[in-house]
Nanobody, 127 residues
Framework: QVRLVESGGGLVQAGGSLRLSCAAS????????MGWFRQAPGKEREFVAA???????????DFADFVKGRFTISRDNAKNTVYLQMNRLKPEDTAGYYC?????????????????WGQGTQVTVSS
């Protein structure tokens, strides 16, 4: 059974940092792109970041000041794990954060392109 399990979420004050992890089991995703999405209550799930299997290509949400310079995605294929380092967190970053694995080559920014999803980890940033 394929599973993606996120961890590392929690409550943090604005300006703080969290490091999310997503551990895969049941199969290896070392040859696949992995992504992070987030969803706040009442809002649609939105793309945060993605990384190719080799880490040669990294993608971040194309929103001004959204994640630029604050979030960093990385992966360790030996551990079948992808990470999201989040610095200088803001209250608007509060959301459930989900990792996902893409088997094909469809649009990396589109949640519909991903085949496996974790259950999510909650990030709450207080002001």
């Amino acid at each position: 059974q394929v599973r993606l399990v996120e961890s590392g979420g929690g409550l943090v004050q604005a300006g703080g940092s969290l490091r999310l992890s997503c551990a895969a089991s049941g199969r290896t995703f070392s040859g696949n792109a992995m992504g992070w999405f987030r969803q706040a209550p009442g809002k649609e799930r939105e793309f945060v970041a993605a990384i190719s299997w080799s880490a040669d290509y990294i993608y971040y949400a194309d929103f001004a000041d959204f994640v630029k310079g604050r979030f960093t995605i990385s992966r360790d294929n030996a551990k079948n794990t992808v990470y999201l380092q989040m610095n200088r967190l803001k209250p608007e970053d509060t959301a459930g954060y989900y990792c996902a694995a893409r088997l094909g080559s469809r649009n990396v920014y589109d949640a519909r392109s991903y085949d496996y999803w974790g259950q999510g980890t909650q990030v709450t940033v207080s002001s």
